[in-house]
């Protein structure tokens, strides 16, 4: 009788023990990809690898490669305090103009999410003085 028992109770500890295992994996997953979507700390290993780089293409690639990531950041954590700050990162790495540039789209995304009023347009009050006039 006790052999009949000691069977599940053995194979009920090593499912528990699996799914721990398990747990603890993903929660070190989970601790890379918050390394990864952590802006200040990706904007720090920039600032360390355009140290090493040499100047030129080389530099400008990383430029690109990193301001792509900050891009990608900001439109993921729409409304949250890592998006605004990767999309304020990509705004400040040179390089980006034009249309389809990073600098584009992180406008794009800061005006998006982040403001009650569109930028880049002004409002008929904001243009007026109150109550004055010009001579």
């Known amino acids: 009788m006790h052999r009949l028992l000691a069977v599940p109770c053995l194979l009920a500890l090593f499912l ?17 990809d918050s390394k990864a979507a952590n802006p200040d700390a990706l904007f720090q ?3 360390k690898k355009f140290q090493t780089s040499k100047p030129g293409a080389e530099r400008q690639k990383l430029f690109d490669e990193y301001a ?9 954590n ?11 990162h ?3 790495i040179p390089g980006g103009t ?26 008929r009050s904001g243009c007026r003085s109150r109550g004055t006039t010009r001579n």
């Open 68 to 76: 792509e990531k900050f891009v990608d950041i900001a439109s993921k």
């Open 90 to 92: 990509a705004l400040r």
């Open 16 to 32: 528990v023990a699996g799914a721990r295992a398990d747990e603890k994996d993903s929660k070190v997953g989970k601790a890379k």
């Open 98 to 123: 034009g249309k389809d540039g990073h600098r584009a789209k992180a406008i794009a995304v800061l005006n998006k999410n982040y403001t009650k009023a569109k930028l880049g347009k002004r409002s």
């Open 78 to 88: 729409t409304k949250s305090v890592e998006g605004f700050k990767a999309a304020t």
């Open 45 to 47: 290993e920039l600032v």
